[in-house]
């Protein structure tokens, strides 16, 4: 169990989830939430997950098989507010790729912005920030062994977006 600031976080295993609990048992919080990291897909320009196959994966639907940490929960400020951040690191495509998850739970009320747009924040809002290293597509023409050459069979595969699932679960019906 992680704790800071007054939130509790539990890992669910190697699942890439995690309980966000007021309470150190989250069955003894009825507004616990369960965050998890699902899936990593390199896609191609049709939507289609590249890079499924071979020894260097740049596709997968669970954490599971990766190297991942949550972090222990802090206070801090974000934007003049004060937030719980929690933060989740991942090392992909064969320790090619740093991959980071902040998680944001904003103790107060106010506004924060993200470019030009200005989001109203609540006690208890939550806010991911996620960052990427730089990715290494599957390209057409990569040398044979290269983390760039993806092939399905014969086909050569080639990337053009990332995909990333999160997925949260209350434990109450309330917003």
């Known amino acids: 169990v992680l704790r800071g600031g007054g939130v509790y976080a539990r ?38 997950a590249v890079g499924t196959s071979g020894s260097v994966k740049h596709s997968f ?22 937030a719980r951040a929690i933060p989740f690191e ?13 998680l944001y739970i904003f103790m107060e009320a106010g506004d924060i912005t993200n470019g030009d747009e200005t989001i109203p924040v609540k006690h208890g809002s939550l806010k991911f920030v996620v960052n990427i290293g730089a990715w ?17 069979g014969q086909t050569e595969q080639v990337g ?10 209350g434990g109450a019906d309330q917003p």
């Open 61 to 82: 639907n669970s954490f599971a098989s990766q190297d991942f940490a949550f972090g222990a929960a802090e206070t801090v400020e974000y934007q003049g507010y004060e």
């Open 136 to 152: 290494p597509f599957c390209t057409a023409g990569a040398p044979s062994g290269s983390v760039t050459n993806c092939k399905q």
């Open 11 to 48: 890992a669910q295993g190697r699942s890439g989830g995690i309980t966000l609990s007021t309470t150190a048992d989250p069955a003894d919080d009825a507004l616990a939430v369960r965050v998890k990291m699902d899936a990593m897909r390199e896609v191609d320009a049709a939507g289609d």
């Open 160 to 169: 053009e977006f990332l995909e990333f699932d999160i997925s949260m679960k």
């Open 90 to 102: 991942a090392s992909l495509v064969d320790g090619n790729v740093d991959f980071s998850v902040t």
